[in-house]
Structure formats: structure tokens, C-alpha cells
């Protein structure tokens, strides 16, 4: 990563960087950088990474010290709700910036199932520009049919043009078949993954949380593993038919993560992703009635959890989401059976990766930080999610030995829907930088 003869030039120049970013265990996954060094910043981008004593040489007008710290990438949520336009009161994209840069995202992905969605080049347009006031870089994905009912194709070369780095009827599976192909087929023309809501809605009908033994106990209606795994295994014919390219969000079974992996062996064109949540709480959970943690995809079982952990430790999953679906106070404080599915996400989710995942030794720090940060940038075909030389500034120093009581009262986000109040967790983020401004604390 260092270039020794560069490294001499910039020595010899009386060059004032902007922020110096000094003795922090720097990780990047993509080159596999992993050692204690040095971060220069000067317009925006890295300009030097030092793991040599060059600092009494080098000027900066803001020095942050990084000893005992870990640097990675700007994290990366490839699929959150912001829900603006049509839900203001719930979360702005202004809102949800301020959440995700207290979580250690530089970048969000939001998700099309506003309201009205984000069907068409105007709508992607008025996001771009919300997102000018954002705290942190902010990516849209459109729908894939107009309205999200599942009927008529998006224009999906308008939507490429605004801008759009995936397409989605997140919230809603696209039900036909037809529909998905000609979608797929359509998309392979521009590189654009279609990020797919796995869901037969005639078996989740009616549906609250997990169909098993505790939905049984507790007199609740259930949704089957195979209403995921059965749409699942439908995207995965259809990409391996037309050769499109696929990401199945939120996956949250053993049966949906075994039908990727050997998707995956057979080269199908196949991405996926999974939450916190769905790696770290079970549906003994909502025993309390705790309407926070109703979500969709349910919370599965212990069996689905651990077979999560696997994926994500063998490689089978690729990223990690937060799927951040904030709600209002009086939206969620009904019976359970009609309180809307969602939780927040982006201020808890690199503490349940730290306690649930580093810390117990199912994935390295390389490893989780990869499903954060190039993971996702790969998928999106992004140019974050990387610490290079002449790239964005875009950086998070984490605490790894900070531990700390999740307090949804202080969240960022406008909305508190989180089941995690109370845990303690290990992992804080310090700093979040977006082109080389801080922009947390």
C-alpha cells in the first residue's frame, strides 16, 4: 500500500495535510492492510498512508490521535428506510444521516418504498438533493415496478441515469415471475443488481412472527421459513437463467443461506445479505410482547441464528445490512398483532458485530469489516469501502475495548424502535469522517 519513493516526495515538500490521523491499527480489507500507521488527508482524499515515524515532518491542521483505536473504510449500509418523502414524521433523510454517522456509516442506501415510491427519475432527483444536506453520502435504490405493485417495470434506463445503484420493491416481494425475469434480463444491460424482498405472500399471510413452537405457545399467527426460502430458490432459477445479477436481502433462515451457498457454487450471479438482528436475537423474543421486535423477515430460531453465523463465516453471506425501519412511538405501542414490522438500526449495528461476532470469534475484525465496508461496494459498484491512496476520506475510528448501554432515548434517528434497549455492548465508534471532514462527534 505504501510507495516509498512517494513517501519521499511528499517529505520534501512543505505540504500541510488537513487531518493527520495518527497510530491507529489501520484495517483494509481489499488490500488486506492490517498494521499500525498513519492517515493523511488533504482536499477530501487519502493522500498518505505511513506505517513509518513521518510524523514530526508532516503538518496537519487536525490531528486525531488513533493509538489503541482501529481505522477501517467508512461503513457502508447497503439497505436502510429513511422514509422521505411521505414519512417525515417517522425519519427524514436528513435524520437518518445523523443516525448513521453516530453508527460509523459514511454511506447509506436507501431503500424505494416511500411514499409515493421512488419510481421514476423525479423522485431519485429530489432525493439527491435532500441528501445534499445529509451528514453522510446518501445512495438510492429505485423500484423495480411502478408503484411497487408488482405489475409494470419501472423505466429503469431513467432511473439508471438519476442515479440509482440498485433496484427494489423492498417491502414487497415482486410476486410474478414474469415480472422478476423481464427485470432481470432488463437490468444485465447496465451491471444493476436487483435487490430482492424474498416472500411468498399466500404462505406469510396473516403472518406476525415466526411460525414454530413459540408462535404455537403463544397463540400467534406464523410465518414459515418457506415463505423466504421458496422466492429464494425461485430468484435463484431466474438468475441463473438469464444471467442477471440478484442480491437477496435480509436472509434469515438455514434453508435460504444453504440454497445460496450452492448457488453460489454453481456460479450463479448471486449476492446476499444479512441483519444484526437476524444473527443475534431469537423468536423467544417477542414472548414479552415486545412489539420492537417485530420484524420482517422474523425473527427466526436458535437454528436459523446459528446457521446465519455460518454463512457469514464461510463466506455464503456477503454483507451485513441494518435494514434500519424506524416507526413512531404510537405506531408501535398497539397489540402486537397490529403494530408495523421494523426496527432501527444504524446506531446499534457495529456494536451487535463486535459483541455477537468479533468478540466470539465467528468472523476477524478483516472479515466483519469487509461485510461493512467493500463488501457492499462491490455490490452497489460504489467507490467507497476502500482506504487507498487518492480515494475519499471516507473513515471510522472504532474503540474495539469501549463497551457501552444501547439507550434508544439518545438515539439520533428520529424514531426509538429498537428491542436492544438495555444491552450492553462492546465496540463504539469514536469518529465518523466523510471526505475528510468529521462529521461525528
Given amino acids: 500500500?505504501?510507495?516509498?519513493?512517494?513517501?519521499?516526495?511528499?517529505?520534501?515538500?512543505?505540504?500541510?495535510?488537513?487531518?493527520?490521523?495518527?497510530?491507529?491499527?489501520?484495517?483494509?480489507p481489499e488490500s488486506r492492510f492490517d498494521r499500525i500507521a498513519d492517515i493523511f488527508v488533504h482536499d477530501g482524499l487519502i493522500k498518505e498512508i505511513s506505517s513509518r515515524k513521518t510524523t514530526t515532518r508532516i503538518g496537519a491542521k487536525e490531528v486525531i490521535d488513533a493509538k489503541g483505536k482501529i481505522v477501517v473504510p467508512g461503513l457502508i449500509d447497503m439497505h436502510a428506510h429513511l422514509r422521505e418523502p411521505g414519512r417525515e414524521d417517522e425519519e427524514t433523510i436528513y435524520t437518518g444521516s445523523c443516525s448513521a454517522v453516530a453508527g460509523g456509516f459514511t454511506s447509506v442506501c436507501c431503500m424505494p418504498n416511500t411514499e409515493p415510491p421512488i419510481d421514476n427519475q423525479e423522485a431519485v432527483k429530489f432525493v439527491y438533493v435532500k441528501a445534499k444536506e445529509a451528514k453522510c453520502?446518501?445512495?438510492?435504490?429505485?423500484?423495480?415496478?411502478?408503484?411497487?405493485?408488482?405489475?409494470?417495470?419501472?423505466?429503469?434506463?431513467?432511473?439508471?441515469?438519476?442515479?440509482?445503484?440498485?433496484?427494489?420493491?423492498?417491502?414487497?416481494?415482486?410476486?410474478?415471475?414474469?415480472?422478476?425475469?423481464?427485470?432481470?434480463?432488463?437490468?444485465?444491460?447496465?451491471?444493476?443488481?436487483?435487490?430482492?424482498?424474498c416472500e411468498d405472500l399466500n404462505l406469510s399471510s396473516g403472518g406476525v412472527m415466526h411460525e414454530g413452537f413459540v408462535s404455537t405457545s403463544l397463540g400467534m399467527n406464523g410465518i414459515p421459513s418457506i415463505a423466504e426460502e421458496?422466492?429464494?430458490?425461485?430468484?435463484?432459477?431466474?438468475?441463473?437463467?438469464?444471467?442477471?445479477?440478484?442480491?437477496?436481502?435480509?436472509?434469515?433462515?438455514?434453508?435460504?443461506?444453504?440454497?445460496?451457498?450452492?448457488?453460489?457454487?454453481?456460479?450463479?450471479?448471486?449476492?446476499?445479505?444479512?441483519?444484526?438482528?437476524?444473527?443475534?436475537?431469537?423468536?423467544?423474543?417477542?414472548?414479552?410482547?415486545?412489539?420492537?421486535?417485530?420484524?420482517?423477515?422474523?425473527?427466526?430460531?436458535?437454528?436459523?441464528?446459528?446457521?446465519?453465523?455460518?454463512?457469514?463465516?464461510?463466506?455464503?453471506?456477503d454483507s451485513i445490512a441494518?435494514?434500519?425501519?424506524?416507526?413512531?412511538?404510537?405506531?408501535?405501542?398497539?397489540?402486537?398483532?397490529?403494530?408495523?414490522?421494523?426496527?432501527?438500526?444504524?446506531?446499534?449495528?457495529?456494536?451487535?458485530?463486535?459483541?455477537?461476532?468479533?468478540n466470539k470469534k465467528i468472523l476477524t475484525w478483516p472479515q466483519a469489516i469487509a461485510k461493512l465496508t467493500i463488501n457492499p461496494s462491490r455490490i452497489l459498484n460504489l467507490k467507497g469501502g476502500r482506504i487507498k491512496r487518492d480515494f475519499p476520506a471516507d473513515l471510522t475510528i472504532i474503540d474495539p475495548k469501549a463497551s457501552w448501554i444501547v439507550n434508544p432515548s439518545q438515539f439520533k434517528s428520529k424514531s426509538k424502535n429498537s428491542p436492544f434497549g438495555g444491552k450492553k455492548l462492546r465496540g463504539r465508534v469514536c469518529y465518523t469522517i466523510v471526505d475528510g471532514k468529521i462529521v461525528f462527534p
Fill in 1 to 28: 500500500m505504501s510507495n516509498p519513493k512517494k513517501k519521499k516526495e511528499i517529505l520534501n515538500q512543505p505540504l500541510e495535510f488537513e487531518l493527520a490521523i495518527l497510530g491507529g491499527r489501520v484495517i483494509d
Fill in 137 to 197: 453520502k446518501i445512495v438510492c435504490v429505485g423500484a423495480v415496478t411502478k408503484g411497487e405493485k408488482g405489475e409494470e417495470l419501472t423505466e429503469i434506463l431513467d432511473l439508471v441515469q438519476a442515479g440509482v445503484v440498485a433496484i427494489s420493491d423492498d417491502g414487497k416481494p415482486v410476486s410474478s415471475s414474469q415480472v422478476m425475469r423481464n427485470a432481470l434480463e432488463y437490468c444485465k444491460m447496465f451491471n444493476l443488481p436487483i435487490i430482492s424482498h
Fill in 322 to 358: 441494518t435494514d434500519h425501519a424506524p416507526h413512531s412511538v404510537e405506531e408501535k405501542e398497539v397489540e402486537f398483532d397490529f403494530a408495523p414490522f421494523g426496527m432501527v438500526g444504524l446506531e446499534t449495528a457495529f456494536g451487535l458485530v463486535v459483541t455477537e461476532l468479533v
Fill in 230 to 317: 421458496v422466492m429464494v430458490a425461485r430468484d435463484l432459477k431466474l438468475a441463473e437463467f438469464t444471467g442477471g445479477r440478484v442480491h437477496i436481502a435480509h436472509v434469515s433462515t438455514q434453508g435460504s443461506v444453504d440454497l445460496i451457498r450452492e448457488a453460489k457454487k454453481r456460479g450463479i450471479k448471486v449476492t446476499c445479505e444479512t441483519t444484526p438482528h437476524h444473527f443475534t436475537l431469537t423468536d423467544e423474543s417477542v414472548k414479552t410482547f415486545d412489539t420492537n421486535a417485530k420484524v420482517n423477515p422474523p425473527l427466526r430460531t436458535r437454528k436459523d441464528v446459528e446457521a446465519i453465523k455460518k454463512g457469514l463465516k464461510d463466506g455464503t453471506i
